[in-house]
């Protein structure tokens, strides 16, 4: 069974930055395809980040863009989202998802959830 959990959410001032990784178990973390989506109040759960499954190639929801940054660890079944910048609408709860396949930016591929990490960003 594939378990992802994920860590680092926290409180933080505009302008800050976070680190959230997320540790995968139970699947062949090489031939994961990971992403990064979250899910703030009012809203639905919304893209923010994917690579493909070698790393080499990266996608960003476009409010992201130039501020965070995904990464992958496969010696540690890691994948980071790095966040600096952090302005309060980036405020929602943080899931990190697994798909069987590559990289994709559609909540609906991804058959493995964490089960999230809030992130707070103070005005």
């Known amino acids: 069974q594939v378990q992802l959990v994920e860590s680092g959410g926290g409180l933080v001032q505009a302008g800050g930055s976070l680190r959230l990784p997320c540790t995968v178990s139970g699947r062949t973390f090489s031939s994961t395809g990971m992403g990064w989506f979250r899910h703030a109040p009012g809203k639905e759960r919304e893209f923010v980040a994917t690579f493909s499954r070698s790393g080499g190639t990266t996608y960003y929801a476009d409010s992201v863009k130039g501020r965070f940054t995904i990464s992958r660890d496969n010696a540690k079944n890691t994948v980071y989202l790095q966040m600096n910048s952090l302005k309060p609408e980036d405020t929602a709860v943080y899931y990190c998802?697994?798909?069987?396949?590559?990289?994709?930016?559609?909540?609906?591929?991804?058959?493995?959830w964490g089960q999230g990490t809030q992130v707070t960003v103070s005005s």
């Open positions: 998802a697994a798909r069987a396949r590559g990289a994709s930016t559609d909540r609906e591929k991804y058959t493995d």
